[in-house]
């Protein structure tokens, strides 16, 4: 028997890694705008999205990147991590 939770969790898993490239997109214009506010933002819904769905190393990749970018410290590093992450989903 299924359960409904567990579907439910499962095809925003699903969805989550299906709309990666997006996301990896997204990462890369903000750096290319060095929109540094806005790609802090993104890292942060990232990893509470990641974590949630069964991506912890993405989610550790995406808070690192964005104390990185509250320390003023150079995102380079954290940027290329998370996005070597997503482009692996």
Do not use: C, Y
Request: aromatic share 2%; hydrophobic share 45%.
């Amino acid at each position: 028997m299924s359960n409904p939770l567990e579907d439910k969790l499962a095809d925003l898993a699903q969805r989550f890694a299906a709309q990666a490239s997006g996301q990896a997109e997204a990462v890369r214009v903000l750096v290319r705008e060095g929109n540094m506010a806005a790609l802090g933002e993104l890292a942060h819904k990232l990893a509470g999205i990641a974590g949630m769905l069964g991506h912890p190393s993405l989610g550790q990749a995406a808070i690192k990147l964005e104390e990185t970018i509250d320390r003023g410290d150079d995102p380079r590093l954290a940027t290329d991590r998370l996005l070597r992450l997503l482009d692996s989903l």
